[in-house]
């Protein structure tokens, strides 16, 4: 009988134990303040894009077999160091991951190759619940080509929802994590681990949470020597509580003009740690290099724009934009350079310059 109640009570306490080990919400196994300060004070002010290939529809077609393209990526690369940036921030598709992973292993590591070749550093993303097309879950092989009018037609989440709500699957999603993080937690061409971008958009929801516990325990698990974070993208109060008890540096996204940026960086500066804004520009409501890149640079907060070399997701259009819209006469939305890359506005571009410059001094 005694073993009975024994049994019955550990059987009973695993359940308050394992959800206590995946949905830990402290603070205290993040970088301390000091620490993360240190890094921000031994890297340099950090100015760049979110990169996909001009040629790729999707984050799966970046890093499919079908359609890797690395002339393509050193090419796009190169024009971005000699518009003066460091950094590049993107997805990696887990699907492409889950298909075969000696093959995405040796196309990241090319890819990181080609980041240091180029002079940048390396800032990517797990998972993403971001999707704007008709199908939501991804799938690996040659990918649709883009519907004209339809901004970002075939963007492919990672994993997509259907893993992202089936608890069944997240010990194949913590395999891919915790790989990917051990192969490069001390990798130079790495300076921040992005562990998920906007949970809880589209329809997840509050569905995505679970996971977004689960990835910053994982991440932590393997304690990499980069930080690690997760970007506040919405006002949501349960959300943003756990990014920021959990983010060694700060991250956020602001689409909005410089007084509403301003605020921004006033009410996440408070919390002490660097910050970043690792999604910014949107020029049809004055999210624009003339009017923000400089507050960003006086604030010593790093920021990351939207889109490099116009191509197949069409994010010159804005967000919802659809054929029957067309022809769009419009400012641009996102993106710096046209596809033959030439720049969209060369004042940008010389400000750009001038202002990574000046914060190199």
């Given at each position: ?37 240190a ?18 529809v999707?984050y ?5 077999k079908t359609s ?31 298909d ?17 070749e ?9 998972f ?13 092989g040659?990918?649709?080509?883009p519907?004209?009018g ?5 963007w ?14 997240h010990?194949?999603l ?63 109060r349960?959300?943003?509580e ?64 939207w889109g ?34 030439s ?19």
């Amino acid at each position: 009988m005694k073993r009975i109640v024994l049994l019955l009570a550990a059987a009973a306490a695993f359940p308050a134990a394992l959800g206590a080990a995946v949905a830990e919400d402290s603070p205290s196994p993040r970088w301390s303040v000091e620490k993360a300060n240190a890094w921000a004070a031994e890297n340099p002010w950090w100015c760049g894009v979110n990169y996909i290939p001009a040629n790729a529809v999707n984050y799966t077609a970046m890093w499919d077999k079908t359609s890797f393209s690395p002339d393509v990526i050193r090419r796009e690369l190169k024009l971005m160091t000699e518009t003066g940036m460091n950094c590049v921030r993107f997805v990696m598709q887990y699907k492409v991951y889950e298909d075969d992973p000696e093959y995405f292993a040796g196309a990241f590591e090319k890819f990181l190759s080609l980041c240091e070749e180029a002079g940048v550093k390396a800032m990517p993303i797990f998972f993403d619940d971001c999707a704007f097309g008709i199908n939501s879950d991804p799938v690996v092989g040659r990918q649709s080509e883009p519907l004209e009018g339809w901004y970002a037609w075939a963007w492919s989440p990672s994993p997509g929802p259907t893993m992202v709500v089936d608890w069944r699957e997240h010990p194949k999603l913590e395999r891919f994590v915790k790989d990917v993080i051990s192969r490069h937690k001390n990798d130079k061409r790495i300076f921040l681990w992005d562990l998920y971008n906007e949970p809880t958009n589209c329809e997840l929801k509050k569905r995505s949470l679970p996971l977004l516990r689960k990835v910053f325990a994982w991440a932590r698990e393997v304690d990499p020597s980069q930080p690690i974070t997760s970007g506040i993208w919405n006002d949501d109060r349960e959300l943003n509580e756990i990014l920021l008890a959990n983010s060694d540096v700060v991250t956020f996204h602001c689409y909005k003009n410089a007084k509403a940026l301003s605020a921004e960086i006033r009410k996440l500066k408070a919390h002490g740690r660097p910050v970043i804004c690792t999604e910014w520009m949107r020029r049809p409501v004055k999210s624009t290099v003339a009017e923000c890149l400089g507050l960003f640079a006086d604030a010593d907060v790093g920021c990351l724009s939207w889109g490099l070399v116009n191509g197949k997701t069409q994010t010159h259009l804005p967000w919802g934009h659809r054929p029957e819209n067309l022809p769009y006469v419009g400012a641009w939305q996102h993106d710096l350079y046209r596809g033959d890359m030439s720049p969209y506005d060369p004042l940008e571009i010389e400000t750009i310059k001038a202002t990574v410059k000046r914060k190199s001094r």
